[in-house]
Structures are given as C-alpha cells and as structure tokens.
C-alpha cells in the first residue's frame, strides 16, 4: 500500500503542493489530474524520489520514501513523462541493462524481461534499435521497464500521451494487468479513457487535493462529467 501524507513542495518559495495525502491500495488504480500547473507531474516526481518534498512523508508498506530510499525504490516503477531509453541498444538489450540495474540476479534477467515484454505486447520489437521506434513504441518499451520487477508501486505520468486509439487500449489492458500486483498512480488528461480502468480520481487543483471522485459503481460517462464539474469548479 502507498501512503502519501501532508506532502508539501515549493519551488523558489513558490508553494507548487499543499499538504496533499491519499492512499492507494493494491490492486487499485488511482488517477491524478488536473489542469496545467496543478502540480502532477512534481507529485509523481515526489512519489518517484527523483525530487525531495518539503514536508510530509512517503510509504510503501510502511517503508519510509526518504528514509530507506534503496528498500523504497526496490518495490518501485516509475515511467516518467517523458521517457529517454537509451536509443543505441535493442529493445532486448536495453531491458536486460535496466533489470540488472535495478538489482535483479543475472539468472532471473531473461525470466523478467519475457514476462515485462509479454505484457506490453512489444515480443515483435525485441531485436529493433530503439532509436528506429515510434514515439508510441518507445513508450510502451519504458513501460515495460517500470514493469520489470513487478513492483509493488507503478508511477505512470502522463503515459497515454502521443499514443494514437489502439494503442491506448493496449496501454490500458496492461494497467489492469498490473493492478493485479501494484498499487497503480496514472496522471493524464484523457478522461474518457482513463474513466474506464480507474478507481479514483483524485483532483488537484493550485497544489491541493480538492476532491476525490470514486469510480466504482459509476458509468463512465457519468464519472467524465463529474470529473470534469471538480476542474472547472461544479463539482462540491
């Protein structure tokens, strides 16, 4: 279970979050949207250690974020917003580097990288330099990289962006795939599709949570139209 509590994070002493908590259960998929500069793409960057909060705490199953950041970063995947593999290496080579990176046994590498590409539909890409890939293509190999070692947390920041219908569905498939064993957190501003595989919105608006909308139990077009209210102010 990832617990987020009082977060808070300025820049240049300008407040960017305000004391933003939640929780995110596993097998649950909890978005986080907002407009520009609600401060998502710094949350996932606080969630992911890649930044350091001002206050408040991060835990994965009682782990301390900032406290034991290596036994943190172990139960962690992270797909940053914009994803930079290293395009000189296949696809094969470049997911075999990172699972060894992320401290997986050498023996368990192969096992890992099959199971990561059987679940981003990229089997037919293992032998392509990455350079040669789609922007969309590209996407789904970082993904496959946050998926490596079947983490306990998936950070996904603005993971359907540049992705055309198909492959959002194939992106979607694979979220509920790792719902199965990860507490899930997606940013994005495509409500429709991601009213279809969550099971929270969580809405931020100037840093802070100002709502939280369930998914369980709602049609999606009735969960957009809600979601849609809390941006722009309809939403109590």
């Given at each position: 279970m990832l617990e987020v509590r009082n977060l808070s994070f300025a820049y240049r002493r300008t407040p960017v979050l305000r004391d933003v908590s939640f929780v995110a259960s596993p097998g649950e998929v909890v978005a986080v949207v907002g407009g520009n500069g609600a401060g998502k793409t710094t949350l996932m960057r606080l969630l992911?250690?890649?930044m350091v909060p001002d206050g408040g705490a991060i835990l994965s199953d009682g782990v301390d974020a900032f406290g034991y950041p290596l036994r943190?970063?172990?139960?962690l995947g992270y797909l940053a917003e914009d994803p930079q593999p290293y395009e000189?290496?296949?696809v094969k080579e470049y997911l075999a580097y990172r699972a060894l990176l992320k401290g997986e046994?050498?023996?368990r590498v192969r096992r890992r990288v099959s199971e990561a590409s059987d679940m981003c539909r990229i089997d037919g890409l293992m032998r392509s330099t990455i350079r040669n890939l789609s922007r969309?293509?590209?996407?789904?190999v970082a993904l496959?990289?946050?998926l490596l070692l079947r983490p306990r947390v998936l950070l996904l920041d603005d993971f359907l962006a540049g992705l055309d219908h198909e492959m959002r569905d194939v992106a979607g498939a694979v979220l509920s795939e790792a719902a199965a064993f990860s507490?899930?957190?997606?940013?994005g501003h495509e409500l429709e599709d991601l009213a279809r595989w969550t099971t929270r919105f969580v809405v931020l608006k100037g840093g802070v949570i100002s709502t939280v909308i369930p998914s369980v139990g709602v049609e999606p077009a009735d969960l957009v139209a809600r979601v849609r209210g809390a941006l722009t102010g309809g939403e109590s």
């Amino acid at each position: 279970m990832l617990e987020v509590r009082n977060l808070s994070f300025a820049y240049r002493r300008t407040p960017v979050l305000r004391d933003v908590s939640f929780v995110a259960s596993p097998g649950e998929v909890v978005a986080v949207v907002g407009g520009n500069g609600a401060g998502k793409t710094t949350l996932m960057r606080l969630l992911a250690t890649v930044m350091v909060p001002d206050g408040g705490a991060i835990l994965s199953d009682g782990v301390d974020a900032f406290g034991y950041p290596l036994r943190y970063r172990r139960q962690l995947g992270y797909l940053a917003e914009d994803p930079q593999p290293y395009e000189d290496m296949t696809v094969k080579e470049y997911l075999a580097y990172r699972a060894l990176l992320k401290g997986e046994p050498a023996k368990r590498v192969r096992r890992r990288v099959s199971e990561a590409s059987d679940m981003c539909r990229i089997d037919g890409l293992m032998r392509s330099t990455i350079r040669n890939l789609s922007r969309g293509q590209k996407k789904r190999v970082a993904l496959a990289d946050a998926l490596l070692l079947r983490p306990r947390v998936l950070l996904l920041d603005d993971f359907l962006a540049g992705l055309d219908h198909e492959m959002r569905d194939v992106a979607g498939a694979v979220l509920s795939e790792a719902a199965a064993f990860s507490s899930v957190i997606v940013t994005g501003h495509e409500l429709e599709d991601l009213a279809r595989w969550t099971t929270r919105f969580v809405v931020l608006k100037g840093g802070v949570i100002s709502t939280v909308i369930p998914s369980v139990g709602v049609e999606p077009a009735d969960l957009v139209a809600r979601v849609r209210g809390a941006l722009t102010g309809g939403e109590s």
